[in-house]
């Protein structure tokens, strides 16, 4: 089995399992599971009549469950199918809900998978590899409009046009198929000072395409919301501003756009309210100690009584 530290470092561990503060005999559920380092947390703290289900789309997550325990249920899913499994395992509501948006760690350090411009692959980038459209689809099919909005939308890249314009150009002499091929077509767009931050984005764009994250990140909040019982805690860890307002937003209004609902009488129909309401992000130590850290940002709320 592999270890938790070494398939990826949990951000925020305690702060973001305090957030959920647990019944010993509480239901939850763990949305990312990745290298488990959340989920073992969670159950350490639940009771021998707790449950939690830990969902993943990696194959290879499923190395890290633990072992021999019945309180335990990994789900190799994508999160946004929350509700279709809690009806399949007859579970009619959570106590709370925690999803680490981040990539994890084994991601970026495995050169086979794509994630990272540090190694030479295949352009595939996805999270779950049994189908779908891999980044070089992307960079090969999409017109040079839809890429340049990626880009700029996902990445935040001023130079998404550019950089659109340039991958359209090159590939018309042959297909984008090597981290190779879009490094050597992105590096010139790069300024110096800050080309590894922006080549990371480039990446970062063309991985939130390929694994459909904001659509499925929309759907998991939804699926969450109903899921969960009165009382019951929302966690989320995120680590770009694009996913940050989303969920932000959901948490102000109970939808990702932020519109806030009222009544006849002019008063606010919030299903949520923010239990910490300045944003949580690692400190000094945790930022040194795992670089990845620095971006993220912990946001935690409570499902209010109707």
């Known amino acids: 089995m592999t270890t938790c530290s070494a398939y990826h470092v949990p951000v925020l561990l305690a702060e973001s399992v305090d957030g959920l503060n647990i ?8 949305m990312t599971f990745g290298g488990g380092g959340h989920s073992r947390e969670i159950l350490s703290r639940l009771g021998a009549s707790g449950r939690l289900y830990g969902f993943d789309q990696d194959a290879d997550a499923e190395r890290n469950i633990p072992e021999n325990d019945g309180r335990f249920h990994f789900v190799r899913s994508n999160f946004r199918y929350l509700r279709r499994w809690l009806r399949y395992y007859d579970e009619p509501a959570l106590d709370g809900v925690l999803a680490d948006l981040g990539v994890s760690s084994h991601h970026f350090d495995d050169e086979t998978r794509g994630f990272s411009f540090r190694f030479d692959a295949r352009l595939d980038m996805r999270m779950n590899g049994r189908g779908g459209i891999t980044a070089a689809d992307v960079l090969n099919s ?12 996902y990445g935040e890249l001023k130079t998404g046009r550019k950089l659109a314009s340039a991958v ?19 590096r010139p767009l790069l300024g110096r000072e800050r080309e590894k931050k922006d080549m990371a984005k480039v990446f970062q764009a063309l991985r939130i395409e390929v694994n459909h994250e904001m659509e499925a990140l929309r759907e998991m909040l939804g699926a969450a919301l109903s899921s969960l019982r009165p009382g019951g805690r929302l966690v989320i860890l ?41 944003v949580i992000v690692p400190g000094a130590e945790e930022q040194e100690r795992n670089p990845r850290s620095r971006s993220a940002k912990l946001r935690i709320a409570e499902k209010i009584a109707e």
Do not use: C
């Open 168 to 186: 359209v150009k090159a590939r018309s002499a042959r297909p984008l198929e090597r981290i190779e091929d879009l490094v050597a077509v992105a």
């Open 142 to 153: 999409y017109s040079e409009e839809r890429l340049a909005q990626l880009f700029y939308l």
């Open 23 to 30: 019944r010993p005999d509480g239901v939850y559920a763990d």
């Open 238 to 278: 995120t680590y770009h501003s694009l996913e940050d307002r989303m969920v932000k937003n959901f948490i102000r209004s109970g939808n990702v756009e932020g519109l806030v609902e009222q009544d006849f009488f002019g008063n606010r129909k919030v299903p949520l309210r923010a239990v910490n309401n300045k």
